[in-house]
């Protein structure tokens, strides 16, 4: 009817009018390349204190080169990742994402493309926001994956450095988001590269804008990786992790996530089974004791029963045998082995006799194996039927 041509020819008006808009500063930004808007990042203040998007620029090309490097990616690969991490944040000075903000990224990428740039640099541009909320795609290429890790840990760092934190009712800059974006980076890539890894590279490059000594690095390295811990157990929620897993893989030193979301489906797999029973049995066996013991060393020289022979033969075996497996699975099967040595170990050894020396020696021995249990779980976290 005629109301809704009217209300339909208005709207066409409208959108002819910022179509237009669109193509104008379109046109206007690609009379330069976007290496040129780069300049004007010195005029915009990314957050005070932190100064402006120059040198948050300045500090993402310093992390993303950081990253690549500790993955020893390709040199190739990695200059063209810094060169994404260096223009990543032009386009936001150009007239079409300040008219159109929704398109930061999508603009830098075509402008990019525009000015001969290197197509896995403009991939990278744009491929630095994603993912954008939680489910989101992650980025699809390794340049778009660096400089999107360095943009978030840079920001987190920053953040945390000045004072800015969620709290239980307000997240106003993102910070949840940040971190779980690159958690699912992190985990859903592969990357071998481990949390403390990032906020070390983060707080490092903070420090030509920020005075960091050696205690508020600590401190702020803690607290930042409490922070993505935190993230991470939301993470292997989502995967369906059971919470108990979930506080044994954490409860204990892990490098990747990968790594620790690989040990956590092998102790979810093996969980109501006799190999895991075993495995756990020994393991509080040992664990209550050890904690009384003053360090590691263990003096063969101080044996006295066979049955502490056979346990250390055993648990030199079964660490030697460690280092040549990565697989979870086949780790739990070689911790299983140490049950029958402990057993016999308890059955014929008395640990807290009044002699100093060989009461040392046998914690010693025992704070030992718990570190070699320790290198897939903390077992006494688990909840078993």
């Known amino acids: 009817n005629r109301f809704h041509n009217n209300i339909r020819k208005v709207y066409a008006k409208v959108l002819q009018a910022r179509l237009a808009d669109g193509r104008f500063f379109f046109n206007e930004d690609r009379k330069v390349p976007l290496e040129t808007y780069t300049e004007k990042l010195k005029n915009v203040i990314f957050l005070e204190s932190l100064g402006s998007l120059d040198q948050k620029r300045e500090r993402l090309v310093e992390i993303t080169g950081k990253l690549g490097e500790e993955l020893a990616l390709d040199a190739g690969l990695v200059d063209r990742a810094r060169r994404a991490a260096h223009l990543c944040k032009a386009d936001l000075v150009t007239s079409m994402v300040k008219e159109f903000p929704e398109l930061q990224g999508v603009m830098g990428r075509e402008y990019a493309r525009l000015s001969g740039e290197p197509e896995e640099v403009a991939l990278g541009i744009s491929e630095h926001y994603m993912p954008r909320f939680t489910g989101d795609v992650i980025p699809k290429t390794a340049e778009g994956a660096l400089v999107s890790l360095a943009d978030r840990f840079d920001t987190l760092a920053g953040c945390f450095a000045i004072g800015i934190q969620p709290t239980s009712s307000q997240d106003p800059y993102a910070l949840r988001r940040q971190a779980q974006g690159a958690v699912s980076i992190l985990l859903g890539m592969d990357l071998n590269l481990s949390p403390d890894t990032c906020i070390k590279i983060a707080i490092d490059s903070l420090r030509k804008t920020l005075e960091i000594d050696q205690a508020k690095e600590e401190k702020l390295h803690q607290i930042l990786r409490d922070f993505i811990i935190q993230r991470v157990r939301f993470a292997l929620q989502e995967k369906g992790v059971e919470y108990d897993v979930i506080e044994a893989v954490l409860a204990v030193p892990f490098e990747t996530l990968t790594e620790l979301f690989r040990k956590a489906s092998a102790l979810e797999e093996y969980l109501k089974g006799p190999l895991l029973d075993e495995v756990i049995i020994a393991y509080n066996r040992v664990a209550n004791l050890a904690e009384k013991a003053e360090g590691r060393y263990v003096d063969k020289s101080l044996f006295e029963d066979v049955a502490e022979k056979e346990l250390y033969r055993t648990l030199q075996a079964v660490e030697n045998s460690l280092k ?49 249990f320790n290198r897939l779980a903390d077992f006494s976290k688990l909840q078993t039927p």
């Open 324 to 372: 040549s497996i990565t697989e979870p699975e086949q780790r739990l099967e070689r911790l299983q082995v140490l049950k029958q040595p402990i057993d016999h170990f308890f059955d014929n050894v008395m640990v807290m006799v009044e002699d100093d020396q060989l009461r040392n020696n046998r914690l010693n021995m025992l704070a030992a194996l718990k570190a070699t």
